[in-house]
């Protein structure tokens, strides 16, 4: 339908036109009015036939009021087949194809409080009211649907298509548990029901999806929209009920009554009340997020303070959307051919951007893995800046046919850290270069290499300098051994300058040459000793998560911690010993075996050892000789000197229990200042000893030796 040379023809045109609109260039003429209509064809093809849009909808929107208002100055010359007369376009053609009982309609659009003070004068107008009530809800970022119930059962679910008719989609919704198979419409006098809905991905699903992807080595989906409408597509049901969707079920479009003569049941007057009664029948309609008001200020106030709480929600939102409550008024205003005039959405700041991508970096981390990184031209997405983006492997180029050059559409969905949607190929002009991945390693020029399992390149070399910082950095790190105030930036600083070389490096600072740096002054210099001082004390499963070994994470770590009473223990241990620890798969096993088999590695922690850091298990190893272990003790009263949580802390570190409370099972009750019932409780059972806290110290340090 648009070849490649149309397409560029078309987008240039669309530029060009919004740029005339921006700077109020435009004669609305005869002419310009073709070329609107024929460059919104071409954006409604874009977004609802293929769904790639090229233009953001503020930009769409843009275009079809100067053609509204083109087509106002021209009256005789509208024809039949403009934008404006129709809905939609044509379909994709995968599934069924069925009609909507009632055509699938668009909202229009609005994006500031004056936009909806003119939406509110507008709809006053039309039904000559001094006043309107409003429901307000979110504008749910999904896939929309549509659901027939007949006689109280799902008969039929469909997509929008292209809004009178769509896909026939019964079988993949019936796999979102939240969508019933059957609700009480008898209940509210109701015989055949179509419902209008929003099928989404809620944001923790998409993460977990994304997770499941990169575990298999795919690359990752950019948002939950596309993972929700890509889902709904699916041949095999089974796969789409894998994807935990959900929906939100918010209009009721068309509705037939069980006995014509009965009075209409009250819930079917407001539009909020139809949210109540879709709730009531165990739909999942924005009943609690949705609030009724009664000026157009209090909808205002709505829409910012939910903007203002979009990251908290679970789910993503682009938008509110504010509908006349009074369903009579609702039809007493009717719609245009493409939105209804009782409702309008109030659009968020844009998260999606398109921008150039002008070069690709290859970054190799702490494990030698290099990761194709895209410089971008910098560009503002949804307040954030974003001027490069992780595009992950080779084949993930692959699949997205990247180049360098590309337009590239760019989105930040919620705390997701941005992701390229696609490269929009028909912008290019024959410039554009491929992206070439390294033979060698863009640090140490090692040859890299590729395990048939996986899609990362990887460097082996074990003096390759990039992996040495990127494993200093993962050492000092918060989830690590939690080095405050050393950080990215001075790693790569103090490297640069030859001050640390590899990580025990990092325990034999000179500070007198970091004290003539600028910005570190003493202050600085005594908050790093301490925190290096401090992280010799962390806990063994610390260390070995900081040593980013492979597959190693902090949950394994914390369970290969227990395993042991000393780091180098694990020299000796064999895959099948390690195979037997909970959670250790073969993976984790065979990559364990290698680090504590590696010479270099053994020396590593040798150093470290000697350098202060503990390599013995504290928790576990105490026990072992200690007296106390499994000893019961409880503290009563004001200690004297030491803390209640310290001290119980000292008994716990030596493989005592803290009780609850007194009984004849507690072998020590600690007495301090002001000692109460606890005490006398405690006299009547002999075998308890009562002691002071100058005495539990005593024991504490006698159990050490
Ligand atoms: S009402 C006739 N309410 O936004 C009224 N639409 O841009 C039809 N959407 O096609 C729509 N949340 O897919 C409505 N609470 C909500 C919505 C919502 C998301 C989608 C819907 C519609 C599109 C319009």
Redesign the pocket.
Known sequence: MFTPENLRILQALSSQLLADLTNNRLAYSEQEMMDLQQVLRFHEYRYYVLNEPLIS?GEYDRLFKALEACEQKNPTKITPDSPTQRVGSSLNGQFETVAHLVP????D?SYNEADLIDFDRKAKGLVGLDSIDYSI????????ISLIYENNQLVRATT?GDGVAGDDITQNIKQIRSIPLSANFARYGLQTVEI???VIMNKKAFDGFNATLAASNLPPLANPRNAAAGALRMKDPREVAQRNLDA?L??I?YYTKLDDEAALHPAITTHSGMLDMLWDLGFRS?KKEKKAVTNIDAVVDYCLSFEAGRDDLPYE?????I?VDNIALQEKMG?TSH??RW?I?FKFKARQASTKLTSVEFQVGRTGAVTPVAKLQPVSVGGVTVSSISVHNEEYIKEKDLKIGDTVLIERAGDVIPQIVKSLAELRDGSEQSIVFPTHCPACNAPLSKEETEAVWRCNSNTCEAQVVEKIIHFVSKDALDIKSFGEANVRKFYELGLITDVPSIYSLDFERIGVLEGFGKKSIDNLQAALEASKKQPLYRLIYGLGIRFIGETTAKTLANAVDHLLDFATKTEADLLALEDVGVKVAKSIVDFFGDAQNIRLLQKLEALGLDLKNQKKAAPVGSTLSGQTFLFTGTLPTLKRSAAEQMAADLGGVIASGVSSKLNYLIVGEDAGSKLEKAKKINTIHIISEAEFIQLIESSKQ
């Not at 699938?104 to 909202?107: C, E, G, R």
């Not at 809800?137 to 929309?144: M, T, V």
């Not at 939102?317 to 959307?321: E, T």
């Open positions: 909808d699938m309609l668009s909202l659009n809800e979110p504008k749910f970022d999904g896939a929309s929008r209008r809905g929003e939100f918010y209009h479009s924005p939102i682009d938008g509110m959307v509908k719609m939105h209804p409702a959405a």
